[in-house]
DNA sequence: TTCTGCCCTTGATTTATATCAAAACCTGCC
DNA sequence: GGCAGGTTTTGATATAAATCAAGGGCAGAA
């Protein structure tokens, strides 16, 4: 499933995926050229370590193709997925406004492209551009949101309630008539287990037993929805 | 234990108690009037809310005296307090940025004094002042990697490590040279247990664990610490 | 001082979830 | 096809933490 045509483009034109981007949509040609000329494209075959905790941060990196995992490891060597990060979002930020070292790993789950923007390159752009900084603000901000969302779910939600928030966001943009949806478990049960916080046994007794109450379809690892209202007023 | 001084001084300057913070420190002295004359003033005694989960958000809040709790409350009316904000934080610049409706609650959590610095002046100094939207992005870096912390605490740190991590980030600023260290358990160990993410019970049984251990001295709500180093070791 | 209400503590029990262990299942590869 | 590697499932058991239920203690009111 790999992507010869994104991988081909990206070798000639990182501004072309730039420029589609929300962050950068409204720069002019001169400004994302800068930024362009600052920036510079990383394949990750699947499993390979983007960055460890602790490295310095010397910008933040988009996704173009694939999906990386962040997470920590702990003192006895448990590892915990804090977000997969999928095409077009991106990641590390916030210790690149700090200064500060990384605070989590960075792994690719996949066969992965992504595009690392220097720190200096966007440091001169917000320091001429409000409009940038604006955009800066706004991603970081719906992190901020979406960190929230998370801490809510671990302490409010029972395992089953955040399994069916992970289904149910994973098809919030989908224009369901009452038809089914499908949901792609990518990369990997064991990962969304860790990424919901429970252990992979945990998540697969649950996935099994709302299967048992007619709420999802089970097949490897897709999941059908075979009506999403109900599954949404199931809590 | 109220603060008159500090209430008669900001009736009559806001804009000296802004002007010391780092968000607005090296603002002009122009700038900051502009700034201050978008500033008012909110006075919120104990209990009071200072906004609700869905409000719409029409600016962001500095805690200038007292303390705010941030927090939601479960569809069964289970409340869990997110942060404890202190004197010279800030909050609800996410859904500022966003233009969305906040997703937790504030409270005064004592006799507090507010400043609300409304959107409008934020924006207008951010597209003219590129030293402000740094500041700004710093603040919600700095915000993002705290959130990570806690996740990582929820997800990766037992019961009796969250307390001790607590204590430990409460004297994080003090110079201990071997001396004995007291914390403050202000407002109330409920509170704090609520944040840590635990049954008032639980906090209570862990407290007591640790005073028997020796590692902490229990008397009402202050905690002696009377040797920080070996509290830090002991996880 | 005594009362009254609110935290906080203590104890007994339950529950959700983790852990341990092993079998079943894919899936690509020889 | 059949085998070797992971991943997923299933089952039995253990455990951290929640819940339920009384007590205690302390602070402010009268």
Known sequence: MGHPMNKRQLQIKPQA??????????????????VAAATVPIHAPKGQAVFQCGDTCTGFH????????LGFTSAQ???????????????GEAP?????PYIVFAQALSDTM????????????L?????????????????????????EAYTLHSGQERVIGYLLADVADVI????????????????????????????SRILHGLAADGLIEL???????????????ST
Chains 1, 2 share one sequence.
């Open 17 to 34: 995926f730039l420029a589609n981007l929300p962050l950068f949509s409204d720069m002019s040609r001169e400004e994302l050229d800068r």
């Open 77 to 91: 060597g448990i590892e915990k997925v804090v977000t997969i990060v999928t095409p077009g979002q991106s990641f």
């Open 127 to 151: 320091a001429c551009d409000p409009g940038f900084a604006s955009h800066m603000l706004s991603g970081l901000s719906r992190r901020v949101v979406s960190l929230v969302r998370d801490v």
């Open 62 to 69: 988009v996704v173009v193709y694939g999906q990386v995992k």
């Open 96 to 100: 690149m406004f700090l200064g500060t």
């Open 219 to 233: 097949n490897g690892r897709t999941v059908k929805i075979p009506d999403l209202d109900r599954l949404r007023r």
């Open 114 to 125: 992504l595009l690392h923007v220097a720190k200096h390159a966007v440091m001169d752009e």
């Open 176 to 203: 369901d008539n009452g038809r089914p949806v499908e949901v792609q478990l990518t990369p990997g049960k064991s990962v969304i287990a860790s990424r919901l916080n429970m252990t992979p046994e945990h998540f």
